[in-house]
């Protein structure tokens, strides 16, 4: 019992994710909010490369995107800097975000 004490300790502390702060997005949220980024982001280069539109309305994207969110463009880039002072924990919501777009093609019929 003596020897699991410090593993148990070990993995606590490897477990353990820190609280964002007050008045800043939670995980979850910054996530789904990221990952919608970029899909407003993808269609901003299908209109400009495929589509060649002359001119994309990217504020009012994002004003729809942090709209249907629930956010604001202020605290989402007061999350998103939060978050690139943590790059480990930053590269973990892209990875998961990758993967969840990566599911949604792989389920496109072609």
């Known amino acids: 019992m003596r020897s699991l004490l410090p593993l148990l300790f ?10 964002v702060p007050d008045g800043l997005l939670d995980r979850d949220r910054f996530k789904e909010t990221l990952l919608q ?8 280069n299908q209109e400009l490369v495929v589509d060649r539109a002359p001119m994309i309305p990217a504020d009012r994207y994002y004003a ?8 604001t463009k202020e605290q989402f880039e007061r999350t998103f ?9 930053l590269r973990g919501i892209y990875e998961e975000i990758f993967t969840e777009l990566s599911r949604r093609k792989d389920e496109i019929p072609h």
Do not use: H, I, K, W
């Open 64 to 71: 729809e995107l942090f709209a249907q969110q629930g956010t």
């Open 81 to 89: 800097e939060y978050y690139t002072e943590r790059p480990d924990e």
């Open 10 to 19: 070990l993995l606590s502390a490897c477990t353990r994710t820190e609280q």
């Open 37 to 44: 980024a970029q899909l407003v982001e993808a269609r901003m």
